[in-house]
């Protein structure tokens, strides 16, 4: 029997709706809580802003819960006597290592002293929510084997910070639990883990995906799998670019305008933006030159051209925003069309100009923006079925 759609008009939908409407943003450095992600590549595509998160509104405020048990925590350990320091006493910000020239970094949730079973110790703290499974799993495995990320996270803390201990204090969120343990200082680990960031900063494409099954688990709850698996190139900004470097003090440095990029510049990009071929996942380059890639698609061999430049021996050109905005998928079709059009074998824009979009990027998203010919009714007619059918289908999700 058919069941009737649960109304999407309710508080509790408005309030995930609310953190649905949250920007959700890149992060500026690689961080000390991914490094010890199973995949080497998912930390690579996070610190080169390969995609932008796209976390439900449900997980966005499971997040919040997080941060807001955090503040409980600490309240509780000065409760019982302990010593505890959450923020810099220089900065007032949060407790912050970092290294790699400021490439690598992350946020302590504090340092402790006077702890019941270490009170002379100096401590990292570090805290984390859990689901009852999850939970239930850490008690019985110990958090070395039952959160490997965690551990690895605060075996970075510890190293960075010289200190040789850490208290993880877990909740489980359904019974409000708590599991303390100990963790110490493993220096053979912080070095694997050290020399695994730099590594990985010093890489000018993304290390191999840890698996080439769509349907392994890792892939299938991680953020870029639409990239690895599902023919989606990379988003168009400076991280993503082939002539930006990461120079000192977390700077990043554009070899094509030889200037310094300030945080909003990386997300902005530029016009004369030029993919790293190996975040367009479904084609090999096969030429180019300063300003240009040529492609061949791996699935059906039609060539294609990245960047400012054209070349008019390879096929059409796309913008870097036009090839994340087209699946790979629909590059044969897309690339027929483009054929049709006049110019599209030659330079897209200018090179040093504002910010232009090309044609690709134009293309209407919504009905009411789909330039018609206003003497031609039956295009304005089909037009209007469009809008009609469209708002019906909102009103119909709402
Ligand atoms: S989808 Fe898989 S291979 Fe790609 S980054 Fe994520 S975990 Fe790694
Ligand atoms: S060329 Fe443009 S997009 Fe590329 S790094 Fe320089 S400013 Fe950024």
């Known amino acids: 029997m058919a069941t009737i759609p649960e109304s999407q008009h309710t508080t509790a939908a408005a309030i995930v709706r609310w953190y649905d409407s949250k920007p959700q943003e890149h992060r500026p450095h690689m961080g000390a809580s991914l490094i010890g992600h199973a995949c080497e590549r998912s930390v690579w595509l996070t610190w080169r802003w390969a995609m932008t998160p796209e976390f439900s509104g449900r997980i966005l405020r499971l997040f919040d819960t997080g941060k807001r048990e955090e503040a409980r925590i600490l309240e509780e350990l000065r409760g019982i006597g302990a010593q505890v320091w959450d923020v810099d006493p220089e900065t007032g910000d949060q407790i912050r290592v970092s290294a790699l020239n400021g490439h690598f970094s992350g946020s302590l949730d504090g340092i402790a002293k006077g702890l019941p079973e270490a009170p002379k110790s100096t401590a990292v703290l570090e805290f984390k929510t859990h689901s009852n499974k999850s939970f239930n799993d850490l008690v019985k495995k110990k958090v070395r084997e039952g959160k490997p990320q965690h551990f690895d996270q605060m075996t970075v803390y510890m190293g960075l910070m010289d200190i040789d201990r850490a208290l993880y204090i877990a909740v489980n969120k359904d019974t409000d639990d708590l599991y303390t343990e100990w963790v110490h ?68 440095q554009c070899a094509k305008h030889s200037k310094e990029l300030t945080h909003a510049d990386q997300l902005a990009g530029c016009n004369t933006h030029l993919m790293i071929p190996a975040l367009v996942p479904y084609a090999e380059p096969v030429d180019g030159g300063e300003n240009w890639v040529a492609y061949k698609h791996k699935a059906n061999g039609i ?44 330079a897209s824009g200018t090179t040093n100009g504002p910010d232009h979009t090309t044609m690709w990027d134009d293309l209407a998203t919504n009905p009411d923006d789909i330039p018609v010919k206003q003497d031609h009714p039956a295009k304005q007619e089909e037009r209007k079925k469009i809008a009609r059918t469209v708002k019906a289908m909102e009103s119909f999700k709402k």
């Open 303 to 346: 060539h294609f051209v990245n960047g400012p430049e054209g070349c008019a021996d390879y096929g059409p050109v796309f913008s870097s925003k036009e090839l994340h905005n087209c699946n790979g998928t629909l590059m044969a079709d897309v690339i027929a069309v483009k054929n049709e059009i006049p110019g599209s074998k030659v």
């Open 185 to 252: 200082l493993d220096t053979d680990r912080f070095a694997v883990l050290m020399a695994r960031a730099e590594r990985l900063v010093g890489m000018t494409e993304p290390p191999p995906r840890i698996s080439d099954d769509a349907a392994y688990f890792v892939c299938k709850m991680c953020s870029f799998w639409k990239h690895c698996h599902n023919g989606l190139a990379a988003e168009a900004n400076c991280r993503t670019c082939c002539h930006a470097t990461p120079v000192e003090n977390a700077a990043w």
